[in-house]
């Protein structure tokens, strides 16, 4: 089995879909091995997507990102990572394919509702970011 963290962002969280954007995820076949509410600051979302800060869109990213609760959420599943992407729909929501969590859920390329990892590795990473490895133990049930 495949891992990959996803982060449901702030906006998600603020329109009240943690349950409907969860509803999707795991009736696409991903198991939620953990998960919980957080709230990063600007010091730790800027940590957290630190791979982006040369980019121009960094500081409203983690702007955004600390603007609110967000629930990271470790999932698992057969090639996770690739069929997570597939599931949530590209970046940009009027660029998603229907049925996608962007395409039904967010409002813009900057506030898209979702966060997947990119690689097996980076979820690896960024999971250690949110969760100890204790809260990452698979649980049979």
Same mark, same amino acid.
């Given at each position: ?22 509803d999707k995820i795991e009736r696409a076949g ?49 090639? %996770? ?6 599931? =949530?729909?590209?970046? $940009?929501? *009027? !660029?998603? &394919? ?7 859920? %967010? ?6 509702? =979702?966060?997947?990892? $990119?690689? *097996? !590795?980076? &979820? ?18």
């Open positions: 089995m495949e891992r990959t963290l996803t982060i449901l962002k702030p906006d998600c969280v603020r329109k009240q879909l943690i349950g409907a954007v969860i991903f198991r939620v091995v953990a998960m919980k509410k957080t709230k990063l600051t600007a010091q730790t979302a800027g940590e957290f997507y630190a791979v982006h800060s040369q980019r121009p869109f960094y500081g409203e990213l983690v702007e955004f990102m600390s603007s609110g609760p967000c629930v990271p959420m470790i999932l698992e599943k057969e090639n %996770a990572v690739a069929d997570f992407r597939t599931l =949530i729909g590209a970046t $940009d929501p *009027a !660029e998603a &394919a229907e049925g996608t969590i962007r395409n039904l859920f %967010a409002d813009s390329k900057g506030e898209n509702i =979702i966060h997947g990892s $990119d690689s *097996a !590795e980076n &979820a690896q990473i960024e999971a250690g970011f949110f969760f100890s490895t204790e809260e990452a133990v698979r649980v049979n049930n």
